[in-house]
């Protein structure tokens, strides 16, 4: 157990440590933000471990193990929350900084009062199961909506969070209640947690990487200046078009237009306002 637990915690850093290492996408402040959710959620998720990892390498620990755990997890679940609600460029009540410092501030005072002043397991453990299933229930809303079935990463995470909440919400309460073994209850535990950071590892990463691929093609297919479509996008398009036509028979028109005079512009206003005028007439 000692060694599953140590081998997990390292797994985590080692996750986290590996998505900052994925490329950003140029001019996205919101790809960055999005992956330092998603590390830190990593991040935390080993030092629950390794609050879980204390308990077993010195019993007399098992108040700091109690503590460094839950906020371990309770941070993983909020970071992961944060970094679903970025990628879909979400903002609510539940990603307000007050929200969660009155969140966590609530937790631990119930934690510390079930720990020390009134000790209650059970109360302890319902008060726990019931904030991992609230932030991955949240997680699960969000990671479905907005949905790229085009990224296969977006489906891998999405399962994870998916199986995960029903992990945290059914089926460790049941053992936990019902299992007095409690080896085999941290072996669910590690196996759960193993299955959800992979997962979710993978499925951000290949998203990421579905990101970049999309947007090198937009990039190739559209121009910097207007944002429009170039002369690539032009010939792939009305190469399909015209065989549609052909093969259902339909008419096809192309309507060319252009902008009277442009060269004076340029001469008399400079390049930067030929340019504005562009911008203008692309929006209309």
Partial sequence: MLVNLGVLTILSLCFGFLLTMVPDLEGKKQSEAELRYFSGFFWSLGAGIF???????????????????NAGFTAAGIFLYRGFCQRRSLQNVLTSDRFIIGYVLAYFLTIVW??????????????VFGGFSFWFLNCVI???KQINDFNKGERVARWSVNVTLFSVSVLLPVMFYFVPDEDVFYSQLIFIILILETFVFGGIYISRLYDIVESHYAESVTDPLTGLYNRRFLYMQAEQQLAAAQRHDFPVSVVLCDIDHFKRINDSFGHEAGDAAIKHFSSC
């Fill in 51 to 69: 609050g879980l990892y204390l308990r077993y390498i010195e019993p007399s620990l098992s108040i700091l193990s109690i503590f460094v755990a």
């Fill in 114 to 127: 079930f720990t020390l002043v009134a000790p209650s397991l059970m109360i302890r453990s319902a008060v």
């Fill in 142 to 144: 969000v990671a479905n």
